[in-house]
């Protein structure tokens, strides 16, 4: 079993130790480091072994979001907040999921099983396929049936032949969970499958279904690349 390395910064001490004795429940998570200092947890996850950051987004001296900043995108974050407005900000960055205070167990431990996919698909290039959430049901898609993924505002488009998938997710966290050897990135708001690819004219990419994706200038030797 794979066990995720996890850190809980958060300027309240009674929220830390709460989320302590959850982390503690759930036997692959493994509890590395608190505090209610940002810039120490910063200073720790630089140079010691993590994975997984619970992070609280309102910190009088660094806020979450600013953290991820700094941090960029070396670790896997859920956010945790007071809040319920800031959670969709959330979600610009890289993170699994959010976290409502109070948090109750159950949500909690949603939430670890989410980190728990996604460190398993990390681990494992070989999956054939990976589950999302949408209109409110779990579907299954191949990694294969995938022509492209689209960034939509705080959604991705997720396409193939036959159907289409809206997802609450970014496009820089869709990137992670497919494989290299199969998909590109070659615009801000696009990642293809060179599976599927008829041709390239221009500054575009034509598919075997006919669909016709932009590529950005400054993927467009990344691109060359690979398809050579």
Do not use: W
């Not at 660094?62 to 859920?78: Q, V």
């Not at 948090?103 to 070989?126: D, G, M, N």
């Not at 809206?166 to 060179?194: A, C, G, W, Y």
């Amino acid at each position: 079993m794979i066990k995720i390395k996890c850190v809980i910064v958060d300027d309240e001490p009674l929220a830390i130790s709460l989320l302590e004795s959850y982390v503690n429940k759930v036997p692959f998570l493994e509890m590395v480091f608190s505090t209610e200092n940002p810039v120490e947890a910063m200073e720790y996850v630089q140079k010691n072994e993590s994975d997984l950051i619970f992070l609280d987004i309102q910190m009088p001296e660094l806020t979450g979001i600013n953290f991820m900043k700094i941090l960029g995108d070396k670790k896997k974050y859920i956010l945790t907040t007071a809040y319920s407005e800031y959670a969709l900000e959330g979600y610009e960055h890289h993170i699994i999921d959010y976290l409502l205070k109070p948090v109750p167990f159950e949500r909690f431990y949603k939430s670890a099983l989410k980190a728990q996919e996604r460190f398993t698909t990390a681990e494992s290039k070989e999956e054939t396929h990976f589950f999302v959430k949408c209109s409110g049901q779990q579907h299954r898609i191949n990694f294969k049936d995938i022509l492209y993924v689209e960034s939509i505002r705080d959604y991705i488009n997720i396409k193939t032949a036959e159907q289409e998938y809206i997802v609450l997710d970014t496009l820089k966290s869709m990137e992670q969970q497919l494989p290299e050897t199969s998909f590109v990135r070659i615009h801000k708001s696009f990642i293809l499958n060179l599976h599927k690819i008829h041709h390239v004219a221009g500054k575009k990419v034509i598919l075997v279904s006919e669909h016709e994706i932009p590529i950005g200038e400054s993927y467009r030797m990344g691109f060359l690349t690979r398809i050579k």
